[in-house]
């Protein structure tokens, strides 16, 4: 991009991310952003199609990461055989826990919109997606725990469901309250 084009883009990405983070994606104007942007709406129709664009640009590529961090360290671990997912559940489960807060913490604002400013847009299932994996993940493992001979009581899903929505709710709770990364 060119320098002015350059200004330009910063100028409506710093306006909507003020508009998301004090209105909501749906509750946030268009028109306001152009108009604290400085710029036409013209100029903004150039960059993106439509305010779920505009926010898609903002949060689109922090949320993808951790989605695919998290699918990734839950795909390595099933590829494990049993005994060595039962010994390294813990380490890899906590790794993974930590290089995402880590992630999160670096992009502060776009977890924050994405965590608190979603509703109306692709996003606003952010969380429930990582709890739908754990749940299928924890249902795997039980399986591989009975092939490996192990009496494994049936667990209620729905319990499951709770639990794992808990951890990430909490994880996320860090943004929500807008606590330190220590």
Same mark, same amino acid.
């Given at each position: 991009?060119?320098p ?11 306006a909507?991310?003020?508009?998301f983070?004090? *209105?909501g994606?749906?509750?946030? #104007?268009?028109?306001?952003? +152009? ?19 505009? /926010?898609?640009?903002? +949060?689109?590529?922090?949320a993808?990461?951790v ?15 049993g %005994?060595?997912?039962?010994?390294q $559940?813990?380490?890899?489960s906590?790794?993974?826990? =930590?290089?995402m807060?880590d992630?999160? /913490? ?10 608190e400013? #979603?509703?109306?847009?692709q996003y606003s299932?952010?969380?429930h997606?990582?709890v739908?994996?754990? +749940? @299928?993940?924890? /249902?795997?493992? $039980?399986?591989?725990l *009975? ?6 009581e049936?667990?209620? *899903? ?6 794992? #929505?808990?951890?990430? #709710?909490? =994880?996320? %709770?860090?943004?929500?309250h807008?606590?330190?990364? @220590?």
């Amino acid at each position: 991009m060119k320098p002015l084009e350059e200004n330009t883009h910063s100028k409506i990405l710093g306006a909507a991310k003020q508009e998301f983070l004090q *209105k909501g994606f749906l509750n946030a #104007s268009l028109r306001n952003i +152009v108009k604290n942007a400085g710029v036409t709406t013209g100029a903004f129709y150039r960059y993106y199609d439509s305010k779920e664009a505009l /926010y898609s640009a903002l +949060v689109g590529e922090q949320a993808k990461y951790v989605l695919d961090l998290f699918n990734n360290t839950v795909d390595e671990f099933e590829k494990m055989p049993g %005994e060595v997912q039962t010994e390294q $559940m813990t380490d890899v489960s906590r790794d993974c826990m =930590i290089q995402m807060l880590d992630y999160v /913490y670096e992009h502060y604002d776009a977890f924050k919109l994405l965590i608190e400013c #979603s509703e109306g847009t692709q996003y606003s299932d952010f969380i429930h997606q990582l709890v739908v994996r754990e +749940v @299928e993940s924890t /249902y795997t493992y $039980m399986e591989t725990l *009975k092939k490996m001979g192990h009496a494994v009581e049936p667990l209620n *899903k729905k319990l499951i469901h709770m639990i794992a #929505s808990g951890l990430f #709710s909490g =994880i996320f %709770e860090t943004i929500i309250h807008d606590m330190p990364k @220590e």
